[in-house]
């Protein structure tokens, strides 16, 4: 079993996933193509639980991005009715990887999910 981390965008979706605790860098999918794709790779890699990013600003008031990102969380349940679905709060991820000096687009979702397993720990 394996929990797949999702940083949803605009045009692009960054993927993650955990194997053995152990968050990686998954792959990189145009928006158009994420249902296909995440029909592929759940079954591929036997994901039971997906975690998607929620982007409040920095006083927890709603963004447009954020509803844009909890109407594709409902549509994650209802194609993936057999999935838990959670979300976890991105505010300060961008701000990590810039200050690693790392590309944004190899890492937002590892920590999106790093922070996910980070708190199931708890």
């Known amino acids: 079993m394996s929990i797949l981390g999702i940083d949803y965008w605009e045009k692009r979706v960054w993927l993650a996933i955990e194997i ?7 792959k990189i999918v145009e928006r158009y193509k994420i249902i296909k794709e995440l029909k592929k790779i759940i079954k591929e890699k036997n994901i039971k639980k997906i975690v998607i990013w929620e ?3 920095l006083y927890w008031f ?3 991005t954020l509803k844009k990102t909890r109407n594709f969380k409902e549509k994650l349940k209802e194609i993936f ?4 679905v959670f979300s976890v ?3 300060f991820t961008t701000k990590i990887i810039d ?3 790392q590309k944004r687009d190899d890492l937002s979702a590892v920590l ?3 922070t996910f397993l980070a708190r199931q720990k708890k």
């Open 81 to 84: 009715p057999d999935l838990e």
């Open 20 to 26: 053995e605790n152990i968050a990686m860098p998954l």
């Open 99 to 101: 200050n690693s000096k």
């Open 55 to 57: 982007a409040f600003d």
């Open 89 to 91: 709060d991105e505010r």
């Open 62 to 64: 709603d963004t447009k």
């Open 112 to 114: 999106i999910l790093e």
